[in-house]
């Protein structure tokens, strides 16, 4: 671990607080000379599939940041709150950075990668900032900005009256509950919406109001994914289905060999039934944007499958391990096993990764 010279001490806070915005740390050249680490080095641990990069390594910065600071007492400067409203930011910046991600990266993960740093910035005399100088002798210019021997200018919070610096943006006793609070209340508002969409029933296939639909989501998976549409009646499930007799046979077929499959029926394109069925899905309020802009997928489609809705668990991910992990009859896996049979029989690559370089989709069995 490096020693710390008073010299370096110094430095390495004031640079921390010259470069603190409104609470937290931006990933950029200011960043990277003040740690004296590689750019490849920082943006590796960010992975493409996260989406908003810029976010993810601005919250990658503010938890090396909060290691460093906390090595060098940024509360003489920021206040004995600086870490808390840190910590905030870094929470509400994780729950926006993840709100559309099905399987998002553990917070923990991003501080694991973050003390990895630090550690180099920390233990690594011969290349640290803190030791680094250039030809003339000085130390890096973002070390040495700002005001060495002017104090942080402080405010005071309109709502506790109390002072706090204005590197923090906001008040350090108000800001950290108003900023997590507001984080878990949308981490609860999604968890709402996807548990309304868990408590449902199936509609009967042949009685459909469908002009009465109310809500609709779509569901990646297999071929152009499938819409999940409310009802008076209950819950039911809407994909395009070109192959029309393949559709209808497949189905037959499955209920002759004992597999147990959602039950389905065909809507054609010379019936006036389909004309309800679409009708249903655009007046339907979409779960999200995105998934209302999908429904165009159906418009090619001469033929739409209208199919029961299953209510269970997905093979994939912690439910279905949990669900696996309870049941203790044989019934399942027989019903696997002939549920995979019967999908090489029919060629059906859309399910399990079986005879076909297609990697299936798991999300299409349920448990």
């Known amino acids: 671990m490096l020693a710390f010279t008073s010299e370096r001490f110094e430095r390495t806070r004031l640079a921390l607080v010259s470069t603190c915005e409104n609470g937290h740390w931006c990933y950029n050249d200011d960043f990277l000379e003040l740690t004296s680490l590689h750019r490849d080095k920082v943006e590796s641990n960010v992975k493409t599939w996260w989406g908003q990069r810029q976010l993810w390594l601005d919250m990658l910065a503010t938890e090396v940041a909060k290691a460093l600071g ?8 920021l206040g004995g709150n600086w870490h808390a409203v840190a910590e905030a930011w ?36 011969g290349t640290s900032c803190f030791a680094k100088r250039t030809v003339a002798g000085r130390a890096p210019r973002s070390l040495l900005c700002a ?21 923090l ?39 459909i109001s469908w002009e009465e639909a109310t809500d609709v989501k779509w569901c990646h998976g297999g071929s152009g994914g499938v819409f999940v549409l409310k009802v008076p009646e209950g819950t039911v499930c809407v994909r395009g289905a070109e192959l029309r007799a393949g559709e209808l046979f497949a189905q037959l077929l499955a209920t002759a060999l ?19 069925v679409r009708g249903g899905l655009q007046r339907a309020t979409p779960l999200e944007e995105e998934h209302g802009l999908k429904r165009w997928k159906l418009a090619s489609c ?12 997905p093979m994939m991910g912690m439910p279905a391990h949990q669900h696996i992990g309870a049941v203790r009859e044989r019934t399942l896996w027989v019903q696997l096993g002939r549920l995979m049979a019967f999908d090489m029989l029919i060629n059906n690559f859309d399910r399990l990764p079986l005879a076909w370089s297609n990697d299936g989709n798991l999300g299409n069995v349920m448990l």
Do not use: N
């Open 258 to 276: 004992g597999v147990r499959t959602a039950q389905l029926r065909v809507v054609g394109p010379h019936e006036s039934e389909i004309k309800s």
């Open 169 to 207: 943006g906001r008040c350090p006793s108000c800001f950290p509950a108003t900023a997590v609070t507001s984080a878990k209340e949308k981490e609860r508002e999604a968890e709402a919406r996807a548990a309304s969409w868990q408590k449902l029933s199936p509609a009967p296939l042949d009685t």
């Open 302 to 313: 001469d033929s739409l499958a209208v199919m029961e809705y299953v209510d269970g668990v």
């Open 70 to 77: 906390s090595r060098v007492g940024l509360e003489r400067d």
């Open 90 to 125: 870094i929470e509400a910046a994780y729950v926006e950075a993840t709100a559309s991600l099905k399987s998002p990266p553990q917070r923990a993960l991003l501080y694991t990668k973050s003390m990895h740093l630090a550690s180099t910035i920390l233990g690594s005399a």
């Open 147 to 167: 005001r060495p021997s002017v104090a942080p200018q402080s405010a005071t919070c309109d709502v506790c009256t109390r002072s706090y610096s204005q590197r």
